[in-house]
C-alpha cells in the first residue's frame, strides 16, 4: 500500500513556506504521492452544488493557486514523490498548452507527473473562463484526453475533431514516461467509469466523505461494474491503479446511515479500513491532514506513519 497526501492551495498553508515544508517534510516520512487540486477563479455568486458535502456548499473561501504552476514549484524542491493533478479540470485549458505544460514538467521532475483528470461540477467558473459547454463537458474532456495522449505520442501531431482541431505540427519534447504519463480518472458515476475504462491508467474516486462514503460494499460493486466495462473495451482491468482518496469536507460529521466516518478514529479502526479496501485492489489511499499552523500537519502526517501504517502490514 502507497500512502499520498492534499498539499494545500489556498487558505492559513496556502504560503510557499508552509507549502515547501509540508512537501518536502511528506516525501521525507515516505509519502508517494503529492495531489494537487484545481480551481482557477472563484465566481462571488455561485449556486452549483458541490458534490463532496451534504449541503453542496464548497468548503473555500476563493483562494486558490493555480495548479500547474504550483506543481511546477513543487517539482524542483522534491525529487522521489509522485505529483498528481488531483484532479485537473479538462475543460478549463486549452489542450494544446496544456499537454505541452504537463510533458514539461514530466520531463523537468525527470517522469514524476500523473495526469488525474476530471470534467468539473461548478458551471459559474466554465462560464467565467469561457470554456466549452459545461453542459457537453463530458464529451469535451473525452476529446481533450485523446488531444494529450497525440500530442504526447506521435511528432509531428494533428486533431481534426468536435471541439478543438489543428493542423500537423511539433509538440516537442515528449514526457520522459513511455508512452505517456500515467491517466487517472476521478468519479463513480456510470460516466466517468465509462471514461476510465477507456482512457485510463488509474481511477481516482472520492471517497469517505459524509454526502459520498462509498463504503466496502458499494465501492466493490463499482469495481464489478468498472471490470465489466473494461473488459467490453478489451482493457485488461487488473493493470489499473486504483487510488482512493480521503478528504475531509465535513469535518466530524457521521454519513447518515453509519457508525462513523472511514478511516477515522484510533490507529487500529483506520488500519483495518485500509486494509479492507487493500483487499479490493487499492493500491494507494490519499488523507487530508491539512490543519494550521503548518507544524499541525506535520505531527498528522507524521502520527499516521508512525501509528497507523505498522498496523496495515
Partial sequence: MRYGFYLPTRGPLGNPDDIGTIART???????TIVFGDHIVFPVEVSSPYPYTVDGGFPGVGDAFEQLTLMSFIAGITTTSRLVTSVMIL????????????????????GRVTVGVGVGWMREEFEALSAPDFDKRGAVSNEYLEIFKKCWTQD????????YSFKELRCMPH?????????WIGGHSRAALRRVAKYADGW???GATSASPLPPREFQGLLDQLKTMMEAEGRDFDELTISFKAPSYDPGRVPEGHDR?????????IAEDIRAYEAMGVEEVVFDFRTPPAAKTVENMEHFMREV???VA
Fill in 26 to 32: 511528506g516525501e521525507s516520512l515516505g509519502y508517494a
Fill in 175 to 183: 514526457p520522459v514516461q513511455k508512452p505517456h504519463p500515467p491517466i
Fill in 91 to 110: 475543460p478549463h485549458r486549452n489542450p494544446l498548452a496544456t499537454a505541452k505544460i504537463l510533458a514539461t514538467i514530466d520531463v523537468l521532475s525527470k
Fill in 156 to 163: 509531428p501531431v494533428s486533431h481534426k475533431g468536435e471541439f
Fill in 204 to 206: 481516482h474516486p472520492v
Fill in 261 to 269: 466516518l472511514l478511516f477515522s478514529g484510533e490507529p487500529e479502526r
Fill in 309 to 311: 501504517v505498522p498496523l
